[in-house]
């Protein structure tokens, strides 16, 4: 490895969105908004507020969305500005200045492992981060998700995936890791023996569940390579994490943040809920309809 700096983000984007369809049939499930704002421009504000400089995206034939969304857009910025709408002009030039941002396609939806394998080149020798579209932080007044992972990541020099208790029995529906000591107590960094993807209840190696960040060493491509089909027939993340080990100290960090499951659709329509009570514009309207809600459920 000849760079320690984690300054590259790989952000993978290829999945079916099986969960969302008809929505996920021409768009990636990663455009669809949170109130306003695409879940991907979410993750791409949390690895640039993180300090990332250079973000790739893997992507499926459904990437002109996301291609668009992150570039310019001339046309509608001249119209802004010459509306006088000043403030939405000004927003959606940023938009295409938060970072550079390169795309590659993955051929088929192989499986999570897979699509990182395709940013094997982008990587080269350098540890470097994931972010998943399913799994927005926000962690109000603190530090985002990954800055608390490339943190620990700099402490130890070694992989560190970020991991939240979920409730006993949904660990089914994670990559789950596996403590070296179960002693852990209170400390955010946790030395790991083990990962397993969606363990059945009963051999679950605990309740922390992986949650759509890692920073990972160069060293997990030479196992993505030869990584065979693993749960569901698809290329694990997690398998290849756990061959890692091998040659490799591999920690969990229990990131601080609230965290939501958009890929699911009750976490979707929570996350929606809850941003836009944040919003001042809406706060009010929202709050009141609401509470006539509650009264008639
Ligand atoms: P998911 O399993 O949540 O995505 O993968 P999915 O397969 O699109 O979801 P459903 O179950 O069909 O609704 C986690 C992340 O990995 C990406 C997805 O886009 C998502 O961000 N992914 C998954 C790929 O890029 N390629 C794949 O082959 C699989």
Redesign the pocket.
């Known amino acids: 490895m000849t760079n320690t700096r984690v300054r590259k983000a790989v ?11 008809p929505a ?1 049939k021409a768009m ?3 455009m669809l908004p949170i109130v306003d704002i695409p879940t991907l421009q979410y993750i791409v504000e949390e690895a640039a507020a993180s300090g990332i400089e250079e973000i790739l995206i ?3 034939s459904n990437k002109r969305s996301m291609e668009d969304h992150f570039d310019r857009n001339y046309e509608l910025e001249e119209r802004l500005k010459s509306s006088g709408k000043h403030d939405l002009e000004e927003m959606i030039r940023k938009i295409s200045d938060m970072a550079n941002i390169y795309y590659v396609r ?1 051929k ?5 492992g ?2 990182i394998w395709c940013a094997r080149t982008f990587v080269g020798e350098e540890p470097f981060a994931v972010l ?3 799994d927005l932080v926000v962690n109000e007044g603190g530090e985002p998700a990954l800055k608390q992972l490339i943190g620990a990541y700099c402490e130890k020099k070694a992989s560190v995936v970020g991991v939240q208790s979920v409730p006993h029995e949904d660990v089914g529906k994670y990559g789950i890791v596996e403590p070296l000591d179960k002693n852990y107590g209170d400390s955010r960094r946790i030395k790991l023996s083990g990962i397993v993807e969606k363990p059945l209840i009963e051999q679950s190696p605990s309740d922390l569940a992986v949650l ?1 960040r890692y920073v990972l060493t160069p060293e997990i491509f030479k196992f993505l390579e030869t990584q065979g089909a693993g749960k ?1 027939g ?2 694990q993340l997690t398998d290849a994490i756990l061959r890692l080990m091998d040659i490799q100290t591999v920690y969990a960090y229990k990131f601080e943040g609230i965290r939501y499951d958009v ?1 699911d659709k009750f976490g979707f329509v929570k996350a929606t809920i809850d941003f836009a009570l944040q919003r001042d514009e809406l706060r009010g309207e929202l709050s009141g309809y609401i509470k006539k809600l509650a009264e008639e459920l």
């Open positions: 952000i993978p984007a290829a999945g079916l969105g099986t969960r969302f369809l996920t990636p499930k990663e893997i992507t499926n993955q088929e939806p192989k499986g999570l897979h699509a998943l579209g399913d759509g569901n698809e290329i890929g």
